[in-house]
């Protein structure tokens, strides 16, 4: 082997119940390389870079460190052989200081607070991370927990650290000071891994690409000789370049009956005098940059939020007056509002996919249901588990065991079952892969051409054109300008965002 290579593993295979989610992977990286993984939801990313973690044991074949062969039963197994993982879910302890966090495992040194906050303070400068050691983690945004993440495999020497989806929470400004974070690393020897469902992100900051299709390795090349076709040729064995994005669309469905009306709606700050309608029969696009209040406005009308008591502005639904108290409310009346967080608002990630898909029916009904039936609970879980084609060993997994794709399809597929007239979709494909992409834009297609009002929220132009028959632009806590899709560009829409 050659002393270029810090991490190695070969024939990687890992079972569950007899099914592989690794298959026979071999896998290289470098010394102070960058190094992404790219594939589909299930293609098996996560579980590989989990079994160099210590988080998940092969099956069969083998792991060096080195040169030296090794088989971490444990993330502080890992650490103590120079990898650490920094997740997708990020493992800090919310209620604990900065420092604390930085320190933890270190306890002869942890007591001594004043002595740990002046060390964490020097480090933290000395990597130049702007986070103040004695402030608790729940109270950081997510940028700055990923630095005291990266803080601490850094402090513990770690010669190797896994990203899972580093980017998926961050803003295109954070996203911008990850990237010098990654880079920087790399000029200290540390070697980079990262799965990334943004394409863009792995040719821009990789060295090396490796691409996983259905639990086996597909290929591993140099990023140079890689372009966005080349990857999503690899990724899913088709071409797909004729089926997402960049199709401009020749003609756009007309408005049916007007669904929402929002009048003059304002809660401090977020949102300030908006006004908006939405169409039955069509899907509205709505685009802005972080902090334009997209989000809030369509969770007030969905009863997540609340807006201002006073001159809060008004919403109707079908030409009636609405002011849901909580969502349960909104869900009666036919909203459904699938959330862009599913990892802390979509789902019971212990409960299995059919009874997670079964709740969402419930709370259509005022009072629920007093008896949950397991066996209606398993025959409309199993309906839309094959309607959206959730991959899953069986419709019993839990749900924390999918990808991140099909978690998605699950919280679709509890606001659908709930029937209703107005869905309003917040960043659809966020930390979803390519082939996944192509199956919830067919199905926010399918329920525009069925006379259902849709809403997609994204902060990816070229979904928000692939998608929209209208497109509304926020900036700054209202809608300020809207187009015909046959009439928008790129640039006019970003125009009006930034201006």
Known sequence: MSDDIVLSLTKATKLYAGVAAIDGIDFELRRGEIHALVGENGAGKSTLT??????????????????VVVSPKSPLEARNLGIAMVFQENSLVPTMTVAQNLFLGQEHFYNRLRGIYIAAQQFLQSLNFDVTPTTTVGALGAAKKQMVEIARAVLHKAKVIIFDEPTATLTPEEKKYFFDLVRDLKRRGVSIVFISHALEEALALADRITVLRDAKKVVTDDAVNFDRARIVQAMVGRDLSNTLYGVRKASVR???????VVQNLKMAPMVKNNSLSIFAGQITGVFGLVG????ETFKIVSGVLKR???FGGEIFLRNKPARFRVPALAVQSGVAYVTEDRKVEGFFETASIARNIYLGLLSKFPRGRALLSRREANTVGS????????RAISDEARVVELSGGNQQKVVIAKSLVQEPDLIIFDEPTRGVDVGAIVEIHDLINRLADEGKAVVVISSYLPEIMALSDRILVSRQGKVVEEFSALEATEEKIMYAAIH
């Open 292 to 295: 334009a209040g997209r989000t």
């Open 383 to 390: 309906n839309w588990i094959k309607a959206l084609n959730v």
């Open 50 to 67: 989990k079994v160099m973690a210590g988080v998940v044991t092969l099956t069969s074949g083998a792991m060096a460190v080195d040169g």
């Open 254 to 260: 007309k408005a049916g009956d007007r669904v929402l």
């Open 308 to 310: 201002d008591f006073f």
